[in-house]
């Protein structure tokens, strides 16, 4: 909190107390007065003193503010009339706290018995809660640097030097007061390449489409700035253009509380309130479109931040600094960062001073109001808005048309930002071709190696089914001598062949003998052999090779029925010599 610079006069019924404090939000302010209790709040100000004399609150109290020169007057009626109060004049002897501090230690170790509820209350009431104050003392004009100025038309300097503690958030520039124009543009860059964000930047670049949603947003000067061309079209004067542009009853609200007063610019710093207008409008159409008109806790941040003017006290000598320099912090700091939505801000802002002053109003209403409502921004209206709002007014026309003629003529390519950008799109265009090669390459060698192994997959078929004779061969050896058991021992195999292969061979005497196959991993089927059969097999296989002619082999899987069929047949060949 700051002490602002205050006097107290007297007269036989008042106590009058006159604080100063510029730069104070005005519009939220508390006083507090009982006995000889003064206390005085308006933010970043605080004032508490203690008075020689009793004073009361009888509904006679009065108090005013004068806006120009920021001082609160406040009369106070004294509680016993004619009294005289001694020692206005000692403004440190009214600042000290009432009590005086203790020496007593703050924790002292006493018995658990002795302590009383007194005790404690005493404690308390020793604790002194008052927060420390000092004389406020008014910077001499030797003292400050007079190519350290800031404000509209750069009229102000020294406001910082005891509110950068509490203003720190609203500005970038430390200690404006002590840095000059050039050192304040080679800090303002060194931290934007500093935020400077690639992967931010491409992100937005190569997916754009909440970007695209925002170029497609249409604030309410579009409108009118279509009606004004068709009118320009049709033949009609410029002078009723102004009737274009309408105030609400809240903005016209807005109007009637400032205060008229005149401004004594030379042609330097004529120059510059307008080059500023540039820039402070250039930060509030980027706002009005990525906001799509709806205001959020974001707006002011985003109208300070993006205006070099606002949150570093810049100053320019040309329009084309004024594009390069917003080019850069759009890019550097909001959320959306396109190089598009800096040409479509561009091209707002030509539009709204091509529709004239009225337009231009409403645009920096609409910014104080912003400000207003932000708990650290509101010191930027009275640096900057507040001074522009009333200025505004009796600006020139014409002026305003060259200006926004000389914006129209200005230019601003990527290349210029200092950024890189060209150099990163490049980059990105190079990653993204080379992930889509190495895509089809894949794609491509997936389908190679397709057919391939549809190949290697027959070629193992083929051999698996040339081999399979061999092996079914010998395995019908083995099976073989079961063919002479009855249907009873068949019945035996039932519950462990449901998921087998059934092979039936007749022959003409009318013998049926049953082989049973199971099937294994490699798709071929094995036969299931039965314990007896093993023990007869000799005799049997020589009686059955005497009497079959023909056999009929039925089974499931038509590979293992031809390749049984061989092996019966290839038996028989063998057999009929040893007969």
């Not at 004004?228 to 509380?257: D, H, I, P, W």
């Not at 390519?413 to 889509?436: M, N």
């Not at 013998?511 to 071929?524: E, Y």
Request: aromatic residues 10%; negative net charge; contains cysteine.
């Amino acid at each position: 909190m700051l002490t602002p610079a205050f006097d107290l006069s007297q007269d036989p019924d008042f106590l009058t107390v006159a604080i100063r404090v510029p730069y104070a939000r005005v519009s939220e302010f508390d006083v507090y007065f009982e006995g000889v209790d003064f206390k005085f709040y308006a933010k970043p100000y605080f004032l508490r003193l203690t008075l020689p004399g009793r004073i009361v609150e009888n509904g006679n109290e009065q108090g005013s503010y004068d806006a120009d020169k920021g001082i609160f007057t406040i009369r106070l009626p004294k509680e016993t009339p004619g009294q005289h109060f001694e020692g206005l004049n000692m403004l440190t002897a009214l600042l000290a706290p009432r009590k005086s501090r203790t020496a007593k230690p703050l924790v002292e170790e006493i018995g658990a018995s002795e302590v009383s509820e007194e005790g404690v209350e005493d404690d308390d009431d020793e604790f002194d809660w008052e927060i420390e104050q000092s004389p406020y003392e008014e910077v001499p004009e030797s003292a400050l640097n007079p190519n350290c100025r800031y404000g509209f038309g750069n009229l102000r300097s020294g406001v910082f030097q005891r509110l950068q503690d509490e203003l720190s958030d609203v500005i970038d520039i430390k200690d404006p007061d002590f840095t000059s124009a050039a050192e304040r543009r080679q800090k303002r860059l060194a931290a934007e390449l500093a935020k400077f964000d690639p992967d931010h930047y491409l992100a937005d670049f190569m997916e754009d489409e909440a970007v695209k949603q925002v170029l497609e947003y249409n604030p309410w000067w579009t409108d009118l700035y279509s009606e004004m061309m068709t009118s320009l079209e049709k033949g009609q004067e410029e002078e009723n253009f102004a009737a274009l542009v309408s105030f609400s009853e809240e903005e016209k609200y807005q109007l009637r509380k400032f205060v008229n007063k005149s401004y004594l610019l030379d042609k330097r710093a004529h120059r510059q309130v307008y080059y500023s207008l540039i820039d402070i409008l250039l930060a509030y159409c980027y706002e009005t479109r990525v906001t799509e008109g709806e205001r959020n806790v974001e707006s002011a941040w985003n109208i300070r931040k993006l205006s070099p003017t606002l949150c570093w006290f810049e100053t320019w000598t040309n329009v084309h600094e004024i594009l390069v320099s917003f080019g850069r912090r759009v890019l550097c700091y909001p959320l959306y960062r396109h190089f598009k939505l800096v040409m479509k801000a561009y091209r707002d802002t030509i539009k709204i001073l091509q529709l004239g002053k009225g337009a231009v109003l409403k645009c920096l209403l609409d910014i104080h109001k912003i400000f207003q409502e932000n708990d650290p921004a509101y010191i930027l209206n009275d640096l900057y808005i507040s001074d522009y709002c009333v200025w505004v007014q009796k600006a020139k026309s014409k002026k305003l048309a060259a200006l926004a003629e000389a914006l129209k003529k200005a230019s601003l390519t990527k290349a210029q930002l200092g950024l890189e950008l060209e150099e990163l799109e490049a980059a990105a265009f190079l990653v993204q071709e080379e992930e889509t090669t190495s895509k089809a390459g894949v794609h491509s060698t997936s389908r190679q190696q397709t057919p391939a192994s549809s190949s290697e997959t027959s070629g193992s078929e083929e051999s698996e089914s040339s081999a399979s004779p061999e092996t079914e061969e010998s395995d019908s050896e083995q099976e073989e001598p079961g063919g002479g058991e009855s249907e009873t021992e068949h019945s035996l195999f039932g519950p462990f062949v449901e998921e087998s292969s059934m092979a039936l061979l007749l022959n003409d005497g009318g013998m049926c003998r049953s082989t049973t196959f199971l099937g294994s991993d490699d798709g071929r089927e094995q036969p299931l052999a039965s314990p007896r059969a093993s023990r007869a097999s000799g005799p049997l296989i020589q009686e059955l090779g005497e009497q079959l002619e023909t056999s009929v082999q039925i089974s499931e899987p038509k590979d293992s029925a031809a390749g049984q069929q061989r092996s019966v047949l290839e038996r028989e060949s063998r057999q009929t010599p040893e007969d």
